[in-house]
Each structure stands twice: as structure tokens, then as C-alpha cells.
């Protein structure tokens, strides 16, 4: 069994759906990260996240540090968000283990 | 721009080949972690250097070193080069370890033929 662990695996929505991805892991963390990798293979740093919950424009992020579970919200998802949501925990060590990240498809 | 910059872009070689890939970090970061994205395996840590110092290892094999310079950039090498080892190798630098944003790099994609 994984580490982290991401659902699902495979996420299609129409342009304007609220979107949720979810993380689950079973060590203890220091930080976790949401990070987004767009079709051309570079990966931008969404999130990084310790306790409680951030946003940034249509994205929200949140954190559960006791179920050790994190979520990510996409409002108002538009097809420039198709990409892959990878989550990554630091498990309080620097050896960040990364999910096997969730593929959205946002169709207009 | 994430700041960080990863050179070449694209690298294709032989088996039983050396490569060296480079990476400068973004202006300020002391930290360089070094990535392996393969389709079969996903992305995996490969090592961290922080401040020139080897801060931390994780799924590198002995054909591969990596090293942090002076000025803080960081090369990794792979040497004795297998079909399995073609991937994408990403770059990403932080302020400190850990608990600071992750700024990654538009990584190298190794072929081995």
C-alpha cells in the first residue's frame, strides 16, 4: 500500500463543475504539497500546507493533520485546469513521497 | 518562471553512456532536490543538498551522484546508463527544508536508447 494515497484517479468535468481531489496518508508530516503538472510535463507548486486550509483565486486547499487527509477544490473549473494534481507529504523528513497524482480532463 | 533552470531540456544516449544534468536554483534558495518522474514508478526523491551539503537521499541508485557547488547550483550524474533509467529528472529548490514553497524546474528528459 501506498503511502499517499490520491482519489480518483481519473477526474472528468464540464467547464464550470466544483471539483474535489482527495489525499490520504499514512505517516506522520511536517508540510504537504498539492502541485499541478500541466500536459508538457512541468510541475508548478500549487500549495504547501501544514494545518487548516488556503486559497489561491478558484483553488482551495485544505488539511486534516489528525484524519491525515487532505482535499483540493477547483471552482468554477475551466479547461485550462485539465492537468495532473500530484499530492506530496514531507513525512518529517526531507524525503518529500509523492501520490500517484489524479488526471483531470475539464471539457467546455 | 519558477527561477529555476534545469539544462538540457532533452538528452537522448546510448546504454553504458555518462550524462550530466545541471540545475541552477532559484536566486536565494539554498536547498536543491533532485526528482526521477518514470512512467512505471510515478515521481521519486532521488536526494536534497542544502547549502553544499547532502542533506538527504532517497531512491538513488550507485550509478548516479549529484553534488551542490559553491554557488549553490547542483549537477546530477548518471553514469553506466540502462534502457530503465530513461526518464524525466526534475530540479526544484527551496529557501529552506522541508516547511518552504517547492519551486520546480522544467526538467530533462533523458532517453536511453
Known amino acids: 500500500k501506498n503511502e499517499v494515497e490520491q482519489s480518483p484517479q481519473n477526474l472528468t468535468a464540464q467547464e464550470g463543475e466544483f471539483i474535489t481531489i482527495n489525499c490520504s496518508y499514512s505517516?506522520?508530516?511536517?508540510?504537504l504539497h498539492w502541485l499541478q503538472q500541466h500536459p508538457g510535463g512541468g510541475i508548478v507548486s500549487l500549495f504547501m500546507?501544514?494545518?487548516g486550509k488556503k486559497k489561491h483565486g478558484r483553488l482551495i486547499a485544505t488539511i486534516n493533520i489528525q484524519e491525515k487527509h487532505s482535499s483540493l477544490h477547483i471552482t468554477a473549473s475551466h479547461p485550462r485546469d485539465s492537468a495532473v494534481y500530484i499530492c506530496a507529504v514531507y513525512p518529517n523528513t526531507d524525503k518529500l513521497i509523492f501520490g500517484t497524482g489524479t488526471r483531470l480532463q475539464v471539457f467546455p | 518562471d519558477s527561477g529555476v533552470t534545469q539544462t538540457p531540456k532533452h538528452l537522448i544516449t546510448a546504454t553504458g553512456q555518462r550524462v550530466t544534468l545541471r540545475c541552477s536554483p532559484r536566486s536565494g534558495d539554498l536547498s536543491v532536490y533532485w526528482y526521477q518522474q518514470s512512467l512505471d514508478q510515478g515521481l521519486q526523491f532521488l536526494i536534497q543538498?542544502?547549502?553544499?551539503?547532502?542533506?538527504a537521499k532517497g531512491n538513488i541508485l550507485e550509478r548516479f551522484s549529484a553534488q551542490q557547488f559553491p554557488d549553490l547550483h547542483s549537477e546530477l550524474n548518471l553514469s553506466s546508463l540502462e534502457l530503465g533509467d530513461s526518464a524525466l529528472y526534475f530540479c526544484?529548490?527551496?529557501?529552506?527544508?522541508?516547511?518552504?514553497?517547492?519551486?520546480f524546474g522544467n526538467g530533462t528528459r533523458l532517453t536511453v536508447t
Open positions: 543538498y542544502y547549502n553544499g551539503e547532502e542533506r
Open positions: 505517516v506522520g508530516i511536517s508540510a
Open positions: 526544484a529548490s527551496s529557501v529552506t527544508p522541508q516547511n518552504s514553497p517547492l519551486h
Open positions: 500546507l501544514s494545518s
